[in-house]
């Protein structure tokens, strides 16, 4: 929400809440757009057009720093989503630990080699229900229905995916995700009293502290 003092409030929230790691979004208006294209975003955004929306979801590459230490000081695990060489550079100055694909770049060869040539683990989401028969070990793979927030009736998990991205507030539908295999379950957390763009699929505190106690017990 163009807040630094929201974003590690959400980071002290997420290691509260008993997640594992806290992930951010690194790049800038002209890698995305040459990705993605501009034109009106998708729903629930689609009265932006992509470049708005972007514009709006940014992470200032200033505030890295401070993300980033914060995360170590408080003991959770810092790593980030990167769309091309300048993000990435600005993470490895952090010394980012993983990197993150998301499912729209999942076919985009030159960013999987950009990435993989890093020699760190490689988290790539993918909105197909069946992950790929030939695997990377550097590679894990995430299971991303389309949807935001995602509809329940269209998910089917399946094994052979390391874990899932879900754009949901059900616990039923992440629960079943990890009795389906899933060791990593990356989900959006928000802080109480906000409106932030995600808030649709954003959990907050509370939800999320409980869900986490709920996937330990399962």
């Known amino acids: 929400m163009g807040s630094l003092a929201n974003a590690l409030r959400l980071i002290d929230a997420a290691k509260e809440a008993g997640a594992d790691f806290i992930k951010t979004q690194a790049y800038?208006?002209?890698e995305i757009?040459?990705?993605?294209?501009d034109g009106p975003a998708v729903a629930p955004w689609d009265h932006y057009t992509k470049r708005q929306l972007y514009t709006l979801n940014q992470t200032p590459y200033a505030w890295f720093p401070d993300l980033f230490r914060h995360a170590r000081a408080v003991?959770?695990?810092p790593f980030s989503t990167v769309l091309g060489q300048e993000s990435l550079a600005i993470c490895e100055r952090e010394d980012c630990p993983a990197y993150k694909i998301p499912s729209y770049?999942?076919?985009?060869?030159?960013?999987?080699?950009?990435?993989?040539d890093t020699g760190k683990p490689v988290i790539v989401s993918?909105?197909?229900?069946?992950?790929?028969?030939?695997?990377n070990p550097q590679v894990l793979m995430l299971y991303c229905p389309p949807g935001y927030p995602v509809p329940r009736e269209?998910?089917?998990?399946?094994?052979?995916?390391?874990?899932?991205?879900?754009?949901?507030?059900?616990?039923d539908m992440v629960l079943q995700a990890v009795r389906a295999g899933a060791h990593?379950?990356?989900?959006?957390l928000m802080l109480d009293d906000t409106q932030p763009l995600d808030a649709a699929f954003s959990w907050t505190p509370v939800?999320?502290?409980?869900?986490?106690s709920r996937i330990h017990a399962l």
Do not use: N
């Open 126 to 135: 993918r909105g197909d229900i069946h992950p790929p028969q030939i695997r």
């Open 105 to 116: 770049e999942a076919g985009v060869d030159w960013l999987h080699a950009t990435v993989l």
């Open 207 to 212: 939800a999320f502290t409980d869900l986490v």
């Open 28 to 30: 800038s208006l002209p």
């Open 184 to 188: 990593l379950v990356e989900l959006h």
């Open 33 to 37: 757009l040459d990705l993605r294209g």
């Open 75 to 77: 003991g959770i695990v």
């Open 154 to 171: 269209t998910v089917v998990f399946v094994e052979g995916y390391d874990g899932a991205s879900l754009h949901t507030t059900d616990p």
